[in-house]
């Protein structure tokens, strides 16, 4: 059984919709993130935000990048993120006041954010617009590792830096009073 | 009105005006947060948003189609590195003041 070419009733392709889907998950998961209360769900709600961007980047053709996205997001920055909430989390977190004094002018700021950038969006004319192109993995290895040696290697050495650093930053002072 | 959503996935506009709104959020919460660790989620959901921008110019171009690609995945090493050695910095703080809400760390100005 093979589905329509178009949704039946509605009269647009499935495209969009899994597009307006994960689009509304992920906006309205990243509204969880930035207004919830309890710290550990917005945690869980940044990884339902990343979830549905890892779909879009399926959608747009960028299927490494997908992978990639689940991997380093949902797989280690979040648990990194949830195990740094339960680790500075005292008993009053939760009750304490959310939002800084400055929360409803830094709304207002974002919304005009918002509107500034979908203005200019929508009054450019992109060029070469004509539809989406999947990204092969064959070609992205090569580019990758002949165009973009030097980028990769530096990134390799800044993410050992970040390592060394994180660990230092974070072990307890030998000594110290806890 | 729901003629107008027909193609929406094809379009450039539709995933910018998207990537937009998404770091709006991230500026909010960055903005309006009083946890430290809330804070470093919005700059998460920043950075997604910048990356998703990246895709779309490379998903509608066919000139930046790779490099595109390439660029998103250094973006996501360099995220995973400030999300490391930032987390490090809001768990040293709060060994030292015991809270990780940001508008108690004025040691600075007393």
Same mark, same amino acid.
């Given at each position: 059984?093979?589905?329509?070419?178009?949704?039946?009733?509605?009269?647009?392709?499935?495209? /969009?919709?899994?597009?307006?889907?994960?689009? !509304?998950?992920?906006?309205?998961?990243?509204?969880?993130?930035?207004?919830?209360?309890?710290?550990?769900?917005?945690?869980?709600?940044?990884?339902?935000?990343?979830?549905?961007?890892?779909?879009?980047?399926?959608?747009?053709?960028?299927?490494?990048?997908?992978?990639?996205?689940?991997?380093?997001?949902? !797989?280690?920055?979040?648990?990194?993120?949830?195990?740094?909430?339960?680790? *500075?989390? /005292?008993?009053?977190?939760?009750?304490?006041?959310?939002?800084? *004094?400055?929360?409803?002018?830094?709304?207002?700021?974002?919304?005009?954010?918002?509107?500034?950038?979908?203005?200019?969006?929508?009054?450019?004319?992109?060029? /070469?617009?004509?539809?989406?192109?999947? &990204?092969?993995? *064959?070609?992205?290895?090569? &580019?990758?590792?002949?165009?973009? &040696?030097?980028?990769?290697?530096?990134?390799?050495?800044?993410?050992?830096?970040?390592?060394?650093? !994180?660990?230092?930053?974070?072990?307890?002072?030998?000594?110290?009073? /806890? | %009105?729901?003629?107008?959503?027909?193609?929406?996935?094809?379009?450039?506009?539709?995933?910018?005006?998207? $990537?937009?709104?998404?770091?709006?959020?991230?500026?909010?919460?960055?903005?309006?947060?009083?946890?430290?660790?809330?804070?470093? %989620?919005?700059?998460?959901?920043?950075?997604?948003?910048?990356?998703?921008?990246?895709?779309? =110019?490379? $998903? =509608?171009? +066919?000139?930046?189609?790779?490099?595109?690609?390439?660029?998103?995945?250094?973006?996501?090493?360099?995220?995973?590195?400030?999300? +490391?050695?930032?987390?490090?910095?809001?768990?040293?703080?709060?060994?030292?003041?015991? +809270?990780?809400?940001?508008?108690?760390?004025?040691?600075?100005?007393?």
């Amino acid at each position: 059984m093979t589905l329509p070419e178009t949704i039946p009733f509605i009269g647009f392709g499935w495209d /969009d919709l899994l597009f307006m889907m994960l689009a !509304g998950v992920m906006l309205g998961a990243a509204l969880l993130v930035v207004t919830m209360r309890d710290i550990i769900r917005c945690g869980l709600a940044m990884i339902v935000c990343f979830a549905a961007l890892a779909g879009l980047y399926v959608l747009a053709g960028a299927t490494v990048v997908a992978g990639a996205q689940v991997l380093v997001y949902i !797989g280690a920055i979040s648990v990194l993120v949830l195990f740094a909430i339960m680790l *500075t989390q /005292d008993k009053a977190g939760p009750n304490a006041l959310v939002f800084q *004094t400055q929360a409803f002018p830094a709304a207002i700021a974002s919304a005009v954010l918002a509107v500034l950038i979908a203005i200019t969006v929508a009054a450019t004319d992109w060029p /070469d617009a004509a539809g989406r192109i999947a &990204t092969p993995a *064959t070609a992205l290895a090569e &580019t990758l590792f002949s165009d973009y &040696t030097l980028p990769f290697e530096v990134v390799s050495v800044l993410l050992l830096a970040a390592v060394i650093g !994180g660990v230092f930053l974070a072990k307890r002072e030998r000594g110290g009073s /806890d | %009105m729901l003629g107008a959503l027909n193609g929406l996935s094809q379009s450039l506009d539709a995933y910018l005006i998207l $990537a937009g709104i998404l770091f709006a959020i991230g500026s909010f919460g960055f903005l309006a947060r009083r946890n430290a660790i809330s804070m470093l %989620m919005s700059i998460e959901l920043m950075l997604n948003a910048v990356n998703l921008s990246i895709i779309a =110019f490379g $998903a =509608f171009s +066919t000139s930046l189609n790779v490099d595109a690609s390439v660029i998103a995945l250094i973006v996501m090493a360099a995220a995973a590195a400030e999300a +490391t050695v930032g987390l490090a910095i809001v768990i040293a703080i709060y060994r030292n003041r015991k +809270t990780p809400l940001v508008d108690e760390y004025d040691a600075m100005r007393q």
